[in-house]
């Protein structure tokens, strides 16, 4: 099994690396992590480090840095405009793209989402989702969970990126035929459980959209853009 990834600001640049606060206490804690063991600290920005623990404290953990590695942003960079759906389900959602290998998710708030976002919180957890997700799939880039959009804001990112899908159930065009660029951002929009509504679905065709599908099922809010993302990641031989 691969060593444990926990995530720093800043990588120091001298050869001992402490971890203190939540990412302390979960070393320490709760992994019961031993002096001898080896770990893995970045910074979410493409740096890791391979470290090996020299002390154990209350919530506090030492590890003497061995070797520090750089992997540079993937191209062309994957995006999701994800509907926010209700309890779990958005959450889900963020934890596998996540692990799959979104660059970077937009929560959207399409006119059949069920849940509100009437402050913060939600944001927050989907945040933490996507950090804890990360540390778990040991990636070395965290992806960027940006401001909820209403529809006018996600038509104007999709046309700014280099390639705009939509994922709807009645669309002819395969996922796996649409051309992909080489560089820029690809923008994949998941709608919520309700669906996308006509007028949403005409705001993002005329933005540059292209409807696709991804097969015979109609897949839930919380799966569709894992899937979409791993179709794309082969395409575009990341996998």
Aim: hydrophobic share 50%; no cysteine; aromatic share 4%.
């Amino acid at each position: 099994m691969s060593p444990p990834l926990f995530l720093v600001d800043d990588l120091p640049s001298g050869d001992v690396v402490r971890l203190d606060g939540p990412e302390g206490h979960h070393a320490a804690v709760v992994q019961r992590l031993r002096v001898g063991e080896r770990i893995m600290v970045g910074d979410g920005r493409g740096t890791r480090a391979s470290a090996v623990v020299t002390a154990v404290k209350k919530s506090i953990l030492d590890a003497e840095i061995v070797a520090r590695s750089y992997l540079g942003a993937a191209q062309p960079a994957l995006t999701v405009v994800q509907g926010i759906a209700k309890g779990d389900r958005a959450e889900l959602a963020v934890a596998t793209m996540t692990e799959v290998g979104v660059d970077r998710i937009v929560p959207w708030q399409a006119a059949r989402s069920v849940a509100r976002w009437k402050d913060d919180r939600p944001l927050a957890r989907w945040r933490s989702t996507a950090r804890e997700a990360a540390k778990q799939s040991r990636r070395a880039w965290l992806p960027d969970v940006a401001e909820p959009a209403r529809t006018a804001d996600a038509a104007r990112a999709l046309a700014a990126a280099a390639a705009a899908l939509v994922l709807h159930e009645e669309a002819d065009r395969p996922l796996s035929t649409v051309d992909l660029p080489d560089h820029g951002e690809i923008a994949v929009v998941v709608g919520p459980e309700g669906g996308i509504d006509g007028a949403e679905l005409e705001a993002f065709v005329a933005a540059g959209a292209v409807p696709v599908r991804m097969g015979p099922a109609v897949l839930r809010t919380s799966t569709a853009g894992a899937a979409a993302l791993a179709a794309l990641s082969v395409r575009l031989g990341r996998w």
